[in-house]
């Protein structure tokens, strides 16, 4: 259940809007584009974990909002 309800971590939330935001300014950095891309894909993780979390809860029946 707890994987259901995780959600990404405010830090790298905030990290990455900063990150976009310097990104309509100007071309990021080698570093920053990586940290960018690893974010993201830390987040997309996140998703797929849920998304199959939930499936399996409500499977089981036991998933509630």
Known sequence: IAIA??????EDARRLR???ADQRQRD?????QWEA??????????????AKAIYLLKQRGTFTR
């Open 5 to 10: 309800r995780a959600r990404v971590p405010e």
């Open 18 to 20: 900063e990150l976009m």
């Open 28 to 32: 990021l950095a080698p570093l920053e």
């Open 37 to 50: 891309e690893h974010l993201v894909e830390k987040g997309d993780l996140l998703t797929l974990s849920k």
